[in-house]
């Protein structure tokens, strides 16, 4: 199978073309590049060929012999996504629907979204299912929801599309995000042995690894077209709720010396525990291998292999938010978030 992957150059992008290519299919990559400059380690042995290309430039020729669209490329995460809410809006909600009628267009059969459980919000009645109310608290979140409602209209008999509403990513990749919780606070344990929370680590969230993310994708372009048809699954296993609080925990537990303290309360209302029952029961060769204790001592694993150091932890590269606020300060993004021309 011939499958379109876009942003191949980001923390899940760079992990899943090898899954892909190593099961026999052909694998083509798109990506803008913004973040180019962070690599902490040699971790594919496989790459594949990625088009340097906005997805608001995505064309009809681009997509010739496509079979399979896996769409990941938005501006990522809550931070960046209120940065310039309106780009944001643009390039998630916009782009990401134009893509999906575009690849209706040209025959590609299957769509399989990165979507989120952010979308749930503040959740209170017990673990929330792909039935549940959607509650967006952020420009990003609400842009996966505007995504999903506008895509779905567009499935018949010749194009499928799939939304994965992942978990928040955690564990190793070469283009490293320390500006997700798990992988943040391990940063934090390694360079400074400290885990100083400004709150008090109650609400809920649910963890997933970015590996297991991304054997969900395979899954779900491999899955007879029934099961996966206009389809939401909430990616992630129902055992990988946990609050903030266990987190910081478990990663003091495994980073030895590392010293943990809690505020007393918090900024962020943001709170909702997850049921992942369909995705396990339904998606045929899904289920995670990981938990929060394995993903934080691959971290300690990993930065003591290459020896890293607050330099590189606190560098740009790795936080989508500071290297798009250097990007727009040097100029070489404009105001609509495409590269400057020289």
Not at 168 to 184: E, K, W
Not at 265 to 294: H, M
Request: with cysteine; charged share 25%.
């Amino acid at each position: 199978m011939k499958v379109l992957i876009t942003g191949t150059e980001g923390y899940l992008g760079s992990l899943l073309p090898s899954l892909f290519i190593e099961r026999g299919h052909e694998v083509i990559g798109v990506d803008t590049g913004y973040y180019k400059v962070g690599w902490l380690y040699n971790g594919t042995e496989v790459t594949a060929k990625t088009l340097n290309k906005d997805i608001r430039h995505i064309s009809s020729e681009d997509l010739q012999g496509v079979e399979a669209i896996v769409h990941m490329a938005e501006l990522s995460n809550d931070p960046a996504g209120q940065l310039a809410p309106n780009i944001t809006y643009d390039i998630n909600h916009k782009g990401s629907v134009r893509l999906a009628k575009l690849a209706k267009e040209a025959g590609v059969r299957r769509f399989v979204y990165m979507s989120s459980c952010s979308v749930y919000g503040v959740a209170t009645d017990g673990d929330v299912t792909e039935e549940s109310p959607v509650n967006p608290q952020t420009a990003y979140a609400e842009c996966k929801t505007l995504v999903e409602r506008d895509v779905a209209p567009l499935a018949d008999d010749d194009f499928s599309p799939t939304f994965m509403r992942n978990a928040t990513a955690f564990g190793a990749s070469p283009r490293m995000r320390f500006d997700i919780v798990l992988n943040n606070l391990s940063g934090l344990a390694w360079t400074t042995k400290e885990i100083k929370m400004t709150s008090d680590g109650t609400p809920w969230r649910p963890l997933v690894h970015a590996l297991d993310i991304c054997k969900a994708i395979v899954c779900a372009v491999e899955a007879p077209r029934d099961i996966v048809h206009n389809q939401i699954f909430n990616v992630g296993d129902t055992s990988n709720n946990y609050r903030v609080k266990e987190i910081a925990e478990i990663i003091a537990d495994i980073f030895v010396g590392c010293k943990l303290s809690f505020g007393e309360n918090g900024a962020d209302n943001r709170s909702y525990r997850v049921s992942f029952e369909k995705i396990n029961t339904l998606l045929p060769g899904f289920k995670c291998d990981w938990n929060a204790q394995k993903g934080a001592q691959q971290l300690y694993d990993l930065f003591s292999q290459i020896d890293m150091t607050e330099d590189v932890f606190q560098s740009r590269g790795f936080t989508r938010l500071k290297q798009l606020e250097y990007l727009i300060r040097t100029q070489q993004i404009d105001k609509d978030f495409f590269w400057a021309k020289k």
